[in-house]
């Protein structure tokens, strides 16, 4: 039984569609004017992730999400650029969906432009007009008819809404009218307003703005307006989900109710209020300011996708995220450890059969993984018993006792889990290994199969100066070039490193900072460890390739190599002083 934490009423409860097995979702969509963030990724992944579980549940989803297209944001960073508005817009818009696609976010039903929903705008600001929910700045003396005031057509400000008509105002912030005065944008700033909280819903354009016509006058919709106007259009009065980040509740959100149930009479609106919790970057809320604004796109360039999927989904969708590399190289780590692991399961020779009867079971752990996600999309506890079950099954690996079958069960189990999640199954793009490595490691079998070990180091040798690593597995020889960060190969002794390190500092003079940024920029292979509260020392992973070699061979290592390095681009920030 599926149970919602809804915003509305605060509390866990069971979801009841209001058609039967029909779901009609809205979730706000992007104000294009600007690449989105990994703020808005959080979002955008969690409720893919509700509507693909869903549907997998056998719920008929209509995902619906609007594209903000008009917006004081939008007009002024058009005028910044010198830029037409709409211009601006549809090139952030394809950006979007750019990130979307490469997040495999493609859950939604349809996207609703603003700008393509006018008639409705105007319509539902008509009956707000005719209830008398919504009034005019600058407002009628008394007695005077509509158009006669000449003058002041010229003057007039906008359509906006009266809160202290909406007796319910407030019930989903928990806000009174009196409280309602933050959270003001531009666009509903005006002097003559009734109360400090009312919002617009039409403001009459300026020169130069975009405009369209109207029984009032010519203008552009307020931003509550157009979600109510495009739910109302697609689902009625009436549906099921409203989601967003938490930061929409007020006044967006509230300003949604306020509309759509002072024009339909109808509630509530919406039956089940969903919010994502904040995403901050090392502590901080992220801001062009702070210089902490990672957009998806900047995430793409360097992290698979599907890392952003996980980062999002191994937290709590209502609970705070912290951003940081260090987080990102943790859940890296972590989705190295599935893939491995399915890598075995895919490859298992052993058909040994085993006397134990239901030795492995893949139901026990489908049942607990729907019953966290049942209970308010708790994947947290589902990721863990993926986690679980890896390490089970690595176990019966090692023993001999998982057999072709209950492999193959495992992985269907995981595909079922990915249908919802999105990051096991990823297509990754094909590393493309040279032909001439392929021939020498063929080679270098061969000469393992003779047992001609020094022939076989000398091929190895001769890969790794072209610049890739060979890795011998059960299964045959893994290739990965270079640049790849090390931790792909997993099984490092972390501690031993550590050892190493620790032995290396004791007595002698070593200063090395912001290393971090030099692998960085010179994508080579590193293994990061945290020595101190706040230091780190990196060290090349061939370093430890060599690790019969003395302290002074370790010396001509980095003198050679740093020497090599002089062709890359050397990070600015570094310095680094070696004193053995
Ligand atoms: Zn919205």
Known sequence: MLKLFNSLTRKKEIFRPREGKKVKMFVCGPTCYDFSHIGHARTYIVFDMISKYLRERGYDVFYLQNITDVDDKIIDRAIEKKVFWRDLNRKFEKEYLKDMKALNINSVTKYARATEHIKEIISQVKKLLEKGFAYQIPELPKGAKGEDEGNLHRLKDGIYYDISKFKDYGKLSKRTVLQAEDAVSRIDEAKEKRNKGDFCLWKFSKPGEPKWKSPFGWGRPGWHIEDTAITEKYFGAQYDIHGGAKDLIFPHHEAEIAQMEAISGKKPTVKYWLHTGFLTVKGQKMAKSRGNFVTIKDFLKTHPARILRFFVLKTHYR????????????????????????????????????KEVNLFSTSAYASVFEEALEDDFNTPKAIAIIFD????????????????????????????????????????????????????????????????????????????????????????????????????????????????????????????????????????????????????????????????????????????????????????????????
């Open 319 to 354: 609970s705070p995220i912290d951003y940081s590399e260090k987080e990102i190289e943790q859940v890296k780590r972590q989705l190295e450890r599935i893939d491995e692991f399915i890598d075995k399961i895919k490859n298992l020779k052993n058909t040994k059969r085993v």
């Open 389 to 580: 079950l890896v390490n089970r099954g690595n176990s019966l690996i090692a023993q001999n006792k998982l057999t072709q079958a209950d492999a193959r069960n495992i992985l269907e189990f995981l595909k079922k889990i990915d249908k919802v999640f999105n990051f096991i199954f990823w297509e990754k793009p094909k590393e493309k290994i040279p032909g001439n490595i392929l021939k020498l490691v063929k080679e270098r079998e061969k000469y393992r199969q003779q047992k001609k070990w020094q022939k076989a180091d000398e091929i190895r040798k001769r890969i790794k100066e072209i610049g890739y690593w060979i890795k011998d597995t059960k299964e045959g020889p893994k290739i990965k070039p270079r640049s790849e960060n090390l931790t792909a190969f997993g099984n490092q002794n972390v501690l031993f490193y550590k050892t190493f390190v620790k032995f290396l500092l004791r007595g002698k003079k070593i200063i090395l900072a912001s290393l971090k940024y030099l692998f960085e920029a010179l994508h080579l292979p590193c293994l990061i460890l945290p020595l101190e509260k706040g230091a780190f020392v990196a060290f090349f992973l061939f370093v430890f390739d060599k690790i019969d070699k003395s302290l002074k061979s370790y010396q001509q290592f980095l003198a050679r190599n740093i020497f090599l390095l002089g062709q890359y681009p050397i990070h600015p920030f570094l310095f680094l002083i070696l004193d053995f």
